[in-house]
Structure formats: C-alpha cells, structure tokens
C-alpha cells in the first residue's frame, strides 16, 4: 500500500508524528508532501527532527497569501505529484488550507481520499476552517473521527458509512511527549528568562483571525492578558507579530513575557509546568484537558466539547470583555475526573489498519 501525506501546517506535522510512527517498519510506503503553508522553522522543519519524521519527498515552498492564491496555488502543485505517484490513499490532516487542497486535487485525479481528524464542527461559519474541514469531509472517501461526538457529526450529515472511530493521534503523540518530558526530569521548559516555572504562570497562544485582525480587539485581549496577577508566557505565533506591529501594538507588557513558537516537547514541558492556559487554538485546548490542566478559551465554541465537561475548558462569551475571563485564567485545576474521550494512544496504529483494510 502507498500513502501519500499531504501537511502544511504546524498542528498537522505533530499528527503526522503518529502516522509515521504507525508506518515505520511496516513495509507499507509512505509518502510525505509538505505545502510549505507554515514555513517558518519554528512552525515546520523542527518537527521533522523533533518527531523523527524523515524530511518531506515533496516540499512545494508555497508560503502564505490570501486563502483563494494560497489555496489555488497549492492545488497547482500538488496535482502533478499525485499524477506522477498515483498512491493508494491520499492522506489529509486536520482543517487547513493544505486539507482541502490536498482533498480537492486527490478527488479530481479520482484517488481516494482519507481525512484524518474528520467530523469536527465549530458551527462557526465565519472560521476559514469549518469551511476546510465541511468541504474536506464531503468530499473524501474515508472519514477517519477522533471521537464519538465527531462520528455523530457526520452521521447527521448523512456521511455515515464512510465514517470510521480510530481515536485521536494528537493524544499518541501528546502521551508520548508527556512521558519523555517526565522521564527527563527537572529540565526546565524553554521559556523566557522572567518566567519562573517553580511559580504559578499561565502559557498562552493568540493568533485566530477573529481576535487578531481587528486592532481594538487586539489590543483589549493584550492588555487583559498583561493585567493577570501571574506570568504568562505568550508563544507568539508569526500572524500575531504581523498584525501586532502593523498596529503598533505592544505584545510584551505587564504580565506578558513574549517567546517564539515552542518545538513540541518544549510546548508539554511548559504546560505541565504551567497552572494553567489561555488559548484562542484548537489544538493546545486538547493538550491542555490531556495534561491536566485548566484552560480559559477565547474563543465562542470548541471543535473539542469533550474538554469541557467538568470545567477542564471554559470558554468565553466575548473575550473582548476582559472581566468576563480574567478570574477564570487564574482558576484552579476542577476536581472532576478525566475519561478517555480521545482514546489511550493508539490511534496511528488504527489509522494505518483502517487504510489497509480499505486500500
């Protein structure tokens, strides 16, 4: 069996980590295209080294630009890779620009499609991202869920009997991290040299378009996040530097200690270390309820509703209106018990055999 990947973005390459894993030693062929959507080091390339993924056999260098040139461009160039491999599956990743290129340009050449992540709803039609993943999922041949929540997404989307429950690979990769982290003992997470991790901090991330692109929005969530009685640590994602310094916003204030995006094992380090987490991502609300620890979200809704059973997760109803959550940053871990909506970590395993199966 061949399958080919297709990844862009930083939240796709730690799920890749899994599927090559499950792959390594199998026999199968597994191929890797990597968009280029993310292509700053700190976002790409370190997680090929930090997940041992060996590098990309297609790097097509697209870079960033509006969705339509972004999205055209990326369909331009993966589709004579497909022709030339003609694999058995294409594999697609999570709810990018790169998923529904990826998709689009797999179906058109009539190759079957797997997505990976499948099921997931916002309701939010204004995010790029509920588009990417509704479009990816309607037209994709194997629906591969991370939890019961999404497979009931999809049955009520008459997408049932291409639906399959493999688990969430995010939790392989998350427990595997979490372990190496713990095994290594007391090192200390790479954060700014004001942070304190024998301390209470909080570790944050901001960068959606619904927060960052309008500056008064910006600049309200900044300040709320500088007036917190403990340190955060902010990993700033490139779009929030761009659209903090075309604004003349300051990003490092008050509270706020500024990093650049962490490698992976730097970003479970500094959670478990942390007290807490202040997101507006997806992906760290879930590595957050995995690790333990509480998260204030700023966002309207969850893709992962599961977090936010016992109060693991809060969102906000305005994150604009900063009394609503800044007592909520600074909460306790609840005493209520986990599950395993996310499964136990075997996820990349299933993924591999549910393409086998079907090839």
């Known amino acids: 069996m061949k399958v080919l990947s297709v990844v862009g973005a930083r939240p796709q390459l730690v799920k890749l980590g899994a599927v090559a894993k499950a792959f390594k030693g199998t026999g199968h062929e597994h191929l890797v295209l ?3 959507q993310h292509y700053d080091p700190g ?18 260098g697209i870079g960033s630009g509006g969705h339509g040139a972004q999205t055209g461009a990326m369909l331009a160039a993966i589709e004579p890779v497909l022709e030339r491999e003609r694999p058995d599956w294409v594999l697609v990743y999570g709810d990018t620009n790169s998923t529904v290129a990826g998709a689009l340009a797999a179906v058109k050449l009539h190759l079957k499609v797997a997505h990976l992540e499948a099921g997931l709803r916002s309701f939010n039609r204004r995010m790029p991202e509920e588009h990417n993943r509704v479009l990816t999922d ?8 991370p ?55 909080l570790v ?31 990993a700033a994602h490139p779009r929030l530097r761009a659209k903090a310094a075309a604004a003349g916003i300051a990003i490092e204030r008050g509270a706020v200690a500024v990093c650049d995006p962490l490698p992976y094992g730097d970003l479970v380090a500094a959670v478990l270390a942390s007290t807490g987490v202040v997101t507006d ?32 997760n809060v969102l906000v109803p305005d994150p604009a209106r900063v009394d609503d959550w800044r007592a909520l940053a600074t909460r306790p871990a609840p005493d209520a018990p ?19 199966e079907r090839a």
């Open 34 to 36: 990597h968009t280029g």
């Open 43 to 60: 976002l790409s390339d370190v997680f090929f080294a930090e997940f041992g993924i060996p590098e990309p056999d297609f790097h097509l």
């Open 138 to 145: 309607h037209c994709a041949d194997l629906l591969l869920a």
């Open 147 to 201: 939890t019961a929540e999404a497979m009931r997404h999809l049955a009520s989307e008459g997408l049932a009997d291409r639906s399959v429950l493999v688990g969430d690979v995010m939790t392989d990769v998350c427990f595997a991290t979490r372990d190496a982290v713990l095994g290594r003992g007391e090192a200390r997470p790479a954060l700014p040299a004001s942070i304190d991790t024998a301390a209470p901090f």
């Open 204 to 234: 944050a991330t901001l960068h959606r378009a619904e927060n960052t692109d309008d500056p008064g929005r910006l600049d309200a969530l900044l300040s709320a996040l500088a007036d917190l009685p403990v340190p955060v640590a902010l």
């Open 281 to 312: 991502s997806g992906g760290l609300q879930k590595e957050a309820y995995l690790l333990g620890r509480p998260c204030t979200t700023l966002r309207t809704e969850t893709e992962w509703v599961e977090t936010l059973e016992g109060g693991w």
């Open 338 to 356: 986990q599950g395993a909506p996310y499964g136990t970590g075997q996820a990349g395993a299933e993924v591999l055999a549910v393409l086998a």
